[in-house]
């Protein structure tokens, strides 16, 4: 939180959130989500995007877990090739959808076996839903010899030991929950049960998350909440995802996009641009960790962390 000399410093000054990023002596810290590709040339776009990224040495990189654990083997074989073959330290989703208890420890232990240390615990989209939403949308309905939640799911990835545990947090309440402060309930409860850090859902109301911030820290909550950015060009598919997943799109994004349907570089440049002024504002609030939904590309998120200061490492 800025001191209110800072924060006078910041009104007069005759430079934007942008480009002060630059000028910013707090580093940032990056880290990057991946999704496993379900074709031989989504394996070369994926890839692509993993090298691109790789030198500006992310705090970690996350890779998906498809709705019902649709892509339990492709998400595997991803999380070990890039320890096989990267310098990046790769953090694996797990859900518990859909699956037996036995399942899911068999999953942890094999994450282990090949060397991961580092588990995103997510309760996990049921399918079902819309292909255009990525299956998601469905009724959810815990398997009796299942893991009903995240929570559960993080007790039992600390049970077995040697694992950082994400989870997930959501800044304008969970689609599922009755109120923020229940959802603050559950982010104790998962914290209780072994998580270090949580991720936020993306956002584009920047007082929103500020104000979860607020309220979580006053409920005693002191571990990392980082950021999570999406720079999306695609705002068709931008407001199928918002809805499934309870993000507010302001009515200043959609004019943004108005009228562009046919016009790709342009709304790729209107993404980049919220995603930096979105951070290099977070920045001033005292962030210094933000985690990018890349969707497998690197060209918006590359731009956006030249923004905020982060540069390649020397090999």
């Known amino acids: 939180m800025a001191t209110l000399a800072e924060a006078r410093a910041l009104l007069l000054s005759p430079l934007g959130p942008v480009a002060r990023a630059g000028q910013n002596d707090n580093p940032v810290r990056v880290s990057f989500e991946f999704f ?7 394996e070369v776009t994926l890839w692509q995007a993993v090298r691109r990224l790789e030198p500006l040495n992310p705090a970690f990189v996350s890779v998906t877990y498809g709705a019902g654990g649709s892509t339990r083997e492709r998400t595997h074989r991803t999380v070990q090739r890039m320890i096989a073959e990267t310098s990046l330290r790769p953090a694996a989703h797990l ?3 859909e699956a ?10 094999s994450y282990k076996a090949i060397g991961v240390d580092h588990i995103v615990a997510l309760r996990g989209d049921p399918p079902g839903g819309h292909e255009s939403a990525g299956g998601i949308g469905g009724a959810y309905q815990p398997r ?3 893991y009903a939640n995240a929570t559960e ?4 990835i600390s049970a077995v030991g040697g694992f950082d545990i994400t989870v997930g947090a959501y800044p304008e309440k969970h689609p599922e929950s009755p109120s923020i402060d229940h959802d603050i309930d559950v982010l104790k409860a998962k914290i209780d049960a072994g998580a270090t850090r949580a991720v936020s859902q993306f956002f584009f109301d920047i007082d929103a998350f500020l104000r979860f911030r607020d309220r979580i820290r006053a409920a005693g909550i002191t571990i990392p909440l980082i950021p999570g950015i999406m720079p999306v060009s695609n705002f068709a598919a931008l407001q199928r995802m918002s809805a499934s997943c309870g993000t507010a799109v302001p009515a200043w994004l959609a004019t943004h996009f108005d009228g562009l349907d046919d016009d790709p570089e342009t709304r790729k440049l209107l993404a980049a641009s919220v995603a930096a002024e979105t951070c290099a504002r977070l920045q001033e609030e005292g962030f210094a960790d933000f985690h990018f939904y890349t969707l497998n590309r690197a060209d918006l998120v ?4 030249r ?3 982060v540069r390649e490492t020397a090999k």
């Open 36 to 42: 496993p590709p379900k074709s031989d040339e989504a």
């Open 95 to 97: 859900t518990c959808v």
């Open 100 to 109: 037996s208890r036995a399942e899911v420890d068999e999953v942890i232990e």
């Open 144 to 146: 009796a010899d299942g």
């Open 153 to 156: 799911l993080s007790q039992a």
């Open 302 to 305: 590359y731009a956006i962390c």
């Open 307 to 309: 923004v905020l200061g």
